[in-house]
């Protein structure tokens, strides 16, 4: 069983959530309006935000989760590496069928993340690697899907999936039609129900950070 949120974590971690989603990218480009900085620097100013606030916030359900993970490393490593296999033969899958339906589409999140670190190099690297992981796990995995999984299993899943699909597209509402939209969509389902799979099964938030950290680390070497 995951370790359980404190009431402190669950409310400010519901704060928090609403301002990294709604107000912070605002705030940021408000700023940038007059600082006129490269939209990848930019990213790596509020990658390594959230992770700092989340790290901050969540910092007791870190530490017992860290202590939970050095009492079984190999409990950690094993279930993260059957998450990041599956991940993969799912993605594979799902690939196959995107490209059935539709031979020209282009993720594009994926492409923008690309961009940003060809133009940020090691910097941008470092951020997406080290700082995206773990704020995004302990809000999708942790306050998300832990802070529903005593009252409602099936809700811990489905939602915190959803919300987690949800954000890597929201941004391109508007540059793809409905259909592509649904597509970018499912894209991120495979990822979603793996990384919550390494979490239920090790019962560490660590083992889906490091699956995440993995992920993102070999899916920028591959295109670099």
Request: contains cysteine; aromatic residues 14%; positive net charge.
């Amino acid at each position: 069983m995951p370790i359980t949120l404190q009431k402190h974590e669950l409310i400010l971690g519901g704060l928090y959530a609403l301002l990294q989603l709604f107000v912070l990218p605002v705030l940021l480009s408000i700023v940038n309006f007059y600082l006129q900085l490269p939209v990848w620097l930019l990213n790596v100013i509020l990658f390594f935000l959230n992770c700092a606030c989340s790290t901050a916030i969540y910092f007791q359900f870190l530490k017992d989760n860290l202590r939970l993970s050095l009492s079984n490393p190999w409990r950690t490593l094993r279930y993260a590496g059957q998450g990041l296999v599956l991940y993969y033969i799912s993605s594979f899958l799902i690939g196959l069928i995107v490209a059935f339906f539709a031979p020209s589409f282009q993720n594009l999140n994926d492409g923008s993340v690309y961009a940003m670190t060809a133009q940020g190099g090691t910097l941008m690297v470092l951020a997406t690697v080290f700082f995206v992981p773990p704020a995004e796990e302990l809000l999708f995995r942790g306050l998300i899907f832990r802070g529903l999984y005593d009252r409602s299993k099936l809700a811990a899943w489905i939602v915190s999936c959803v919300a987690f699909s949800l954000v890597h597209i929201v941004g391109y509402i508007g540059l793809y039609t409905p259909q592509m939209l649904l597509i970018a969509f499912l894209q991120y389902i495979p990822a979603g129900l793996c990384l919550c799979y390494a979490y239920v099964k090790s019962g560490s938030i660590l083992a889906p950070m490091l699956m995440h950290i993995a992920i993102n680390q070999i899916a920028l070497s591959i295109t670099g």
